[in-house]
């Protein structure tokens, strides 16, 4: 089918505007909401059965030829992504349902939900760069309802510094976007890619390449610019701070990822050095920052931008190993910090303290819970069979390759600042006499570790199979290291005038 | 001591009418000329809110006894349904169709699937312009 690929952003959009006639009905929305998750998942696995067997899929909107409509492109780096996605929104919808409660779920909870996944999926599938800025801003708008719906201190406090920075960074985006027109007077990736090799001015597009830095730093969180992150993600129920954990900065991380492979390498020397400097000390910070707390939910917090920082140094790196593993890790990220947030929202569920020293000895009443939050922590920190190894090996292979021993001797580093992190977490709370974390008998966690335990299994399977995984990643990264493959997909042999 | 707003309110009754009308052709005449559904919807929440202005927003709900939540949702509907349209054609979304068509009393025209689009968002930004106004202004 034509459309296939257009799929995952239209099911979601269709399933929103359903739920706004269903406000009052809360069993209705979250069957919903379920239905238009599940769907989501099951199309974007086609869509990579489809982008593997025949190749990158393109659909021009409006049947308008490509670099004169928009035209959305599925290669498969965006193809898993968008699965990716699927998967993390089905789970923390499921997660939810327990506890996010009846106030906010009446408040057009799960319709904004789905309006989020829009903007992602959307922003992941673009091959247009205003398009993406519009689908940036229907995921960044749904996120500030997200941010603040329930209503409390701190969410209306931690919201109004998250829309500043979030509109100062909208508004860069705009002028970033006018300057790339006015010199290469086209907006579509493809074509925007054969112009810039074609223009003879390496110095404007240097400044261009890092204002598109700054833009896409802010919405990833790299430094400087990862101020507004940690107060921000602090405030909301884990549920949505999964979703915004999980997805949102990884948005920004793929932009990167696109416009460096795609746009911006004919000064690799400044601009992918620049990148690199700057990915390691967000590793350093991170690294700091997360064994400085004893809250849980501030330690995955700066979990994340550790994360980020790994990600970018490989795309900085530039090399087939590095970018694969960037690929590689920033799945496995997006499946692990979701895995983390609903354990941290769980514990503090069954605890009520997000201070890790206020309680232990929670594994002899939920050893479930126990066991799964000690495989994503070795998980997350990369330990062999698991899903963060093969990415991070790749990483700092890639790194070593191009020389640089410093920086990939960091990114080993922080692994352990990863591991050290959450694994006080664990020794602290969950080994010991129980204390504060009495099994209180009506509290029942079955229904709410359910997602918790898909995604869990999902990252191990991601991990134990990766010599599979790495067919489909091999082609994503086939793409990234030859922009002429993605420009052909696109505007096909016919030579744009 | 209440105010006497009998001009305001008789003014309001004509001119809100020659604001819906202008609206309206503002909004049908977007495709050849300067306009289109976004003024059209705003023009049209311009009239609502001199309603507003004129009398009180209880008097304007029992006359309009509209949820412009609803309006939003439906105009959505409208946007997203055109290019779902495509599906059942197999060409790519959002693929306009336009034909000249031949009704009894209004003779023949030339209609564009591009006008439900924008009917789609007329309704949108009317809907989200009277909620917000109306939500502020309900507001304690």
């Not at chain 1, 598109?212 to 949505?240: D, E, N, Q, R, T």
């Not at chain 1, 991070?392 to 410093?406: A, E, N, P, Y």
Request: hydrophobic share 55%; proline share 3%; with cysteine.
């Amino acid at each position: 089918m034509i459309n296939l690929l257009i799929l995952p952003i239209i099911i979601p959009f269709v399933a929103a505007v359903i739920l706004i006639f269903f406000k009052k009905d809360i069993v209705v929305q979250r069957w919903i909401s379920i239905i238009a998750a599940a769907g989501g998942l099951a199309v974007s696995i086609i869509l990579i059965r489809t982008v593997y067997n025949e190749g990158i899929q393109t659909v021009n909107l409006g049947s308008w030829e490509a670099p004169f409509g928009i035209t959305l492109v599925s290669d498969m780096l965006s193809a898993l992504l968008v699965t990716a996605t699927s998967l993390i929104t089905l789970c923390c919808i499921l997660f939810s349902f327990r506890s996010i409660g009846k106030e906010r779920e009446s408040s057009f909870y799960y319709p904004v939900v789905q309006f989020l996944v829009v903007g992602v999926n959307g922003a992941f599938t673009t091959g247009d760069i205003f398009n993406m800025f519009v689908f940036f801003e229907v995921m960044l708008m749904s996120s500030y309802v997200l941010l603040v719906i329930g209503g409390t201190k701190i969410q209306l406090r931690e919201s109004i510094k998250y829309i500043l920075v979030n509109i100062t960074s909208s508004a860069l985006f705009v002028i970033a976007v006018a300057y790339l027109y006015s010199i290469v007077g086209t907006l579509n990736m493809a074509h925007i890619s054969q112009r810039i090799a074609e223009v003879d001015q390496p110095a404007i597009l240097t400044v261009l390449a890092v204002l598109f830095l700054i833009v896409f730093g802010l919405k990833g969180a790299i430094f400087p610019l990862f101020f507004w992150l940690p107060g921000a993600y602090y405030a909301p129920p884990a549920p949505i701070m999964a979703l915004f954990g999980a997805l949102l900065t990884k948005v920004g991380v793929y932009s990167i990822l696109r416009t460096y492979t795609l746009f911006f390498y004919h000064d690799t020397g400044f601009t992918h050095e620049l990148l690199t400097i700057l990915s390691l000390i967000t590793v350093v910070l991170g690294s700091i920052a997360a064994i400085a707390y004893k809250d849980m939910k501030k330690i995955v917090i700066y979990n994340i931008i550790i994360a980020i920082g790994v990600i970018t140094y490989g795309i900085g790196a530039m090399n087939a190993d590095a970018l694969t593993g960037s690929v590689f890790y920033l799945i496995h990220d997006m499946l692990i910090k979701a895995v983390l947030f609903l354990l941290v929202g769980l514990i503090v569920f069954i605890t009520g303290s997000t201070d890790y020293t206020k309680f232990s000895g929670l594994i002899k009443h939920y050893p479930l819970l126990g066991w799964s939050f000690f495989i994503s922590v070795l998980a997350l920190a990369g330990i062999p069979p698991l899903s963060g190894f093969v990415g991070k090996i790749l990483i700092v292979s890639g790194g070593f390759s191009k020389g640089d021993l410093v920086g990939a001797l960091i990114i080993l580093m922080s692994s352990l600042f990863v591991l050290y992190s959450l694994m006080r977490v664990f020794i602290n709370g969950f080994w010991g006499d129980p204390s504060g974390s009495m099994k209180k008998p009506e509290l029942k966690i079955g229904s709410m570790l359910f997602p918790i335990i898909i995604l869990v299994i999902s990252s191990i399977s991601y991990g134990v199979f990766s010599e599979w995984m790495n067919m489909y990643i091999t082609q994503a990264v086939e793409v990234l290291i030859d922009p002429t493959v993605y420009i052909d997909a696109v505007l096909g042999n016919a030579q744009a005038p | 001591m209440k105010t006497n707003d009998i001009i305001l309110q008789t003014v309001t009754k004509i001119v809100s009418f020659i604001i819906l009308m202008f609206a309206l052709h503002i909004f049908f005449a977007g495709h050849n000329n300067p306009g289109g559904g976004f003024v059209g919807g705003l023009l049209t929440s311009g009239a609502i809110v001199l309603l507003l202005l004129a009398y009180d927003i209880k008097t304007v709900a029992n006359s309009l006894p509209i949820d412009f939540k609803i309006t939003v949702a439906v105009g959505l509907l409208f946007a997203v349904g055109t290019g779902l349209g495509s599906f059942l054609f197999d060409v790519p979304f959002l693929t306009h169709a336009f034909g000249e068509l031949t009704i009894p009393i209004l003779g023949e025209l030339h209609l564009n699937t591009a006008v439900l689009f924008d009917i789609g968002v007329y309704l949108a930004v009317v809907g989200s312009t009277m909620t917000i106004i109306q939500t502020i202004g309900e507001g304690e």
